[in-house]
């Protein structure tokens, strides 16, 4: 299909429906296969998750995908508290995830996996893989997995996958659902035969593509003989972005093999066996987006068969004009429907404008790469629908006052107004968004400005809530209210260190700097490593800056805390991290470093960003405590941390008031 998107807000292509194989899906969005460890710890589907796809369902998609799942549990685990889709107790509980999908006019869809060498096993467990190399590198600690020992596949293990494989599909198939996912990317298992970076076999399935392509095919003839009428969508990795690893060229190629195999291709891009590769699969909050869509466009151009994208594509917008210009005939999206789940269906009322921006923070990719079950930032109720899906009415009305207008005031002040109570919310500046605001201003940050934006105007809309900009909080004005609950939520104070020099005119807080109120020059330090200076460094290396980064720890230990892909980025683009020294002074020169060998350092600078972390408000909170029975805290005032937990405490307080 091709055309052009004559007005935005005309969503006439992404709506439309779209036949693949044997099905009609009822338009070309896709919710994207993402890890949500709500299974339980044998692999089996439990309420929270059955709850969880309902909702997604509910919001709307054409397809609705589960995220990994195992064909054999204890060889091909990628993560726990993911579905055991070999195991024959499976169909049960999934026809029950089937049924609630349905029902909204969606189909269900699952992506089975083997993870091969990357399994997640108990120490002394083999791992298959179609290699007999690197063993010693993969019995060290792998992405938190622990292997120490690799074998090589032999044929009748071959044949025992292939099986398993067959095997998965088929349980899925008598839950009800009418497509599966094969994954045949990202570095698995499939992805390992095919890719010569990791295929070195000297037997049918080794040396040329067409031998490594053997092993993909074997699955998928395999699972079209036990599953006649079961639609096959097979994802790949278009390139696996790592050295020697698969190009474009091979894999086009491959497909070309596979094309009369499968019903829909989902191109994607990057191999595990790289971190910096995952980077360009899920994509962090400070790459473009559409990231991957010109790899789809690729294939769709030399393929006969429809073509999923994938990656970063946040907007409907964005996806009606995918498909409006013939880049894809389905757009795969998670986190923008995990952060709104009613996204689809407010499209279709008309009201955009109504959608909750996802921000990419990874949040709710993270806590599955640590196997807790899935959250969202923007959305506190993703995960626990059981409790939260519909917000309870308050069983009696109380008046509540807010203290501070950042984002947990913000939060509590909306949840508490949309249950029923009477809010009050005082905040002592001209306008909301509390320290959030500071980190909008930076350009790398754009999808935070647009929720930022979103969450200000829909906060400043709600009815019930009466927000007084302009009016700092005291005990009497708070009790003039007569409150029967108080949320304190004064925020933090940002720790500027008195060392001599610290107050010259180019020493500046790095929220000022985030909000455009200093002059930077073209050599700049940066004290503090963290993560909030070192978006602040990433942008200011994007605009051409010469950035120095120091800190006391050494930047090893720092840097595994930082949001996926900024350390890649400071490191890729030039800047200089120093860890392990302490400031001393500031100096019209720069600063002057002490290293741990007590060596002084001048480390030139004609600008110098502080950006040493944030400290509670605690005199404003001794204001407050005593002054009614039921008093709350929420957000940095207790301890400063982030957006997140910022959004969660407004919610979970306000929730049970």
Request: with cysteine; charged share 25%.
């Amino acid at each position: 299909m091709k055309g052009k998107v004559t007005d935005m807000g005309n969503y006439d292509h992404v709506l439309s429906p779209l036949k693949v194989g044997n099905i009609t899906i009822k338009n070309r969005i896709e919710f994207s296969p993402s890890c949500h460890s709500l299974a339980s710890a044998d692999g089996l589907v439990t309420r929270e998750m059955i709850a969880y796809y309902k909702e997604v369902a509910k919001g709307g998609p054409g397809i609705v995908t589960i995220g990994e799942s195992d064909i054999n549990y204890e060889e091909a685990h990628g993560h726990l508290f993911d579905l055991n889709s070999g195991s024959p107790f499976l169909y049960n509980g999934l026809s029950n995830i089937c049924e609630e999908v349905h029902r909204y006019g969606a189909k269900l869809s699952i992506e089975l996996n083997h993870t091969g060498r990357h399994s997640l096993l108990e120490i002394d467990t083999i791992a298959p893989t179609p290699i007999h190399a690197i063993t010693e590198e993969l019995a060290a600690k792998t992405q938190g997995r622990h292997l120490t020992r690799i074998t090589e596949m032999d044929q009748d293990m071959i044949y025992k996958t292939i099986e398993e494989w067959s095997n998965a599909a088929y349980n899925c198939q008598k839950a009800g659902l009418e497509m599966v996912m094969i994954h045949g990317g990202h570095g698995h298992l499939i992805s390992q035969f095919l890719s010569p970076m990791t295929n070195k076999r000297v037997d049918r399935y080794g040396g040329v593509l067409e031998n490594r392509a053997k092993y993909a095919i074997e699955v998928l003839d395999a699972v079209r003989a036990r599953c006649p009428g079961l639609n096959i969508e097979y994802r790949i990795s278009a390139e696996e972005l790592t050295d020697d690893g698969l190009t474009v060229e091979d894999t086009l190629k491959f497909c070309r093999m596979i094309e009369n195999k499968i019903d829909l291709l989902h191109v994607s891009v990057g191999s595990h066996n790289s971190w910096r590769s995952m980077c360009e699969t899920i994509q962090p909050q400070y790459w473009p987006h559409n990231y991957l869509v010109h790899y789809a466009e690729i294939f769709k151009k030399e393929l006969n068969i429809p073509i999923t994208t994938v990656g970063s594509i946040s907007t409907m917008d964005d996806a009606e004009r995918i498909i409006a210009e013939g880049k894809a005939d389905v757009v795969a999206m998670a986190r923008a429907l995990i952060a709104d789940r009613q996204t689809i269906n407010k499209i279709r009322r008309g009201a955009p404008e109504e959608v909750r921006p996802c921000i990419r923070c990874q949040y709710c990719n993270n806590r599955n790469k640590d196997f807790y079950p899935i959250r969202c930032t923007v959305d506190p109720t993703v995960g626990r629908e059981l409790d939260y899906v519909k917000l309870p009415a308050a069983e009696t009305k109380k008046k509540v006052v807010i203290i501070g207008g950042g984002p947990a005031g913000m939060q509590a002040g909306l949840i508490g107004a949309q249950r029923g109570h009477d809010v009050v919310l005082f905040e002592r500046s001209d306008r909301l968004g509390g320290s959030l605001r500071y980190a909008t201003g930076l350009n790398i940050k754009a999808d935070l400005k647009r929720y930022f934006e979103w969450m200000v105007k829909k906060v400043s809309a709600t009815p019930g809530l009466d927000i007084r900009l302009n009016t700092p909080a005291g005990p009497e004005n708070v009790m003039a209210e007569k409150p029967d609950a108080l949320i304190i939520a004064v925020g933090a104070s940002p720790i500027l260190p008195r060392v001599p020099g610290h107050d010259k005119p180019h020493v500046y807080w790095v929220g000022d700097v985030d909000e455009g109120r200093a002059e930077i020059g073209d050599t700049v330090c940066v004290v503090g490593g963290g993560a909030s200076g070192g978006e602040t460094a990433l942008q200011l290396t994007k605009d051409g800056k010469k950035v120095t980064m120091i800190d006391m720890l050494p930047f090893s230990k720092i840097t595994p805390t930082y949001p996926r892909g900024l350390a890649y980025l400071l490191d890729e683009l030039g800047a200089t991290l120093k860890g392990e020294v302490m400031m001393e002074e500031v100096t019209d020169e720069g600063v002057v470093v002490t290293d741990k060998n007590w060596k002084k350092q001048l480390i030139k600078a004609d600008t110098v960003i502080m950006s040493l972390g944030f400290s509670p408000r605690n005199d404003e909170i001794e204001k407050f405590k005593d002054l009614i029975t039921d008093v709350y805290y929420a957000g940095d005032c207790i301890k400063p941390a982030n957006l997140t937990k910022a959004n969660h405490d407004g919610f979970n307080i306000a929730v049970e008031l």
